[in-house]
């Protein structure tokens, strides 16, 4: 037993050795999984928090205590974040507090969103850019030569007594590695149509974060996921879902799929 831990050790800090020894390029993109639909970015020397920092709903999905602790403290890997990007105002995707604290910790991160997430915030003047998009006009900004473009994307429809919840999908573009992640989207309010009207698919997106059940299961919309015409699709929203993760079918589908492991907060993939 002794010698099997032996090996495992050396196995581990070998590995460890490849993961963190290697240097980036410029180049590079890397993908952390953060929990649920958020990621970290990093693209050379750049980081792009999205999603990444929320509270969960009660009773259900929270990040582990050490990611919580480290993101909101702005600790390796969470350390030097340039951007932080929220699709939407809800509790499994945003908290407004864990954002405070990491920008307060990390005072060269800029927040983009929207209104209602934007506006939690606004109290950070200029480190907190408010973009509006709207039904068929895109909003676009540029904050530490990071280009991110919003669009629209329909969340659903909401009880009539109840105010929407405004979704954007966001295209970020730092040098020559483009990536877009949908948020929270209702394929069958917003229509293939939508997609096809921001001519994503022509430009050339290295990456996308997609809801999994579009990716493979009875829900899947390949239609939608060839709108968005990436090079490579990344599974997102591993919690909080009705519909289980279906990895056989996604990687059928689409065999370069990076699909993470729920409760694998941290792996990474690479870009090749
Ligand atoms: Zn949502």
Redesign the pocket.
């Known amino acids: 037993m002794k010698k099997l831990s032996a090996v495992l050790l050396v196995l581990s800090v070998c590995f460890g050795c490849l993961l963190v020894g290697r240097p980036a390029s410029a180049a590079d993109a890397t993908v952390t999984y953060v929990g649920n639909a958020g990621f970290l970015v990093t693209v050379g020397s750049q980081k792009v928090l999205i999603d990444a920092m929320f509270g969960g709903f009660p009773g259900g999905y929270r990040l582990p205590a050490n990611v919580e602790q480290a993101i909101a403290s702005a600790q390796p890997p969470f350390d030097g974040v340039d951007l932080i990007l929220v699709t939407?105002d809800?509790a499994?995707?945003f908290s407004a507090s864990m954002v405070r604290r990491h920008m307060e910790a990390n005072p060269g991160a800029i927040l983009v969103a929207g209104p209602q997430v934007a506006g939690q915030l606004s109290d950070f003047g200029a480190r907190v850019a408010t973009l509006t998009a709207t039904a068929g006009k895109a909003a676009t900004t540029t904050q530490n030569e990071i280009r991110v473009l919003a669009i629209y994307l329909s969340?659903g429809v909401f009880p009539a007594r109840e105010p929407e919840?405004v979704?954007y999908g966001y295209l970020i573009t730092i040098g020559d590695v483009s990536f877009f992640h949908t948020g929270?989207i209702d394929p069958v309010t917003i229509g293939i149509e939508t997609f096809r009207g921001y001519g994503l698919a022509s430009q050339g997106i290295d990456f996308a974060f997609v809801p999994h059940f579009l990716l493979g299961g009875r829900s899947a919309d390949p239609g939608l996921v060839a709108a968005i015409g990436a090079t490579y699709v990344v599974a997102a929203h591993y919690e909080y879902t009705m519909l289980p993760l279906m990895r056989t079918a996604i990687l059928k589908a689409y065999p370069t799929a990076v699909v993470f492991e729920n409760d694998k907060e941290l792996d990474r993939w690479t870009m090749p």
């Open positions: 939407h809800h499994d995707h969340h919840i979704n929270d």
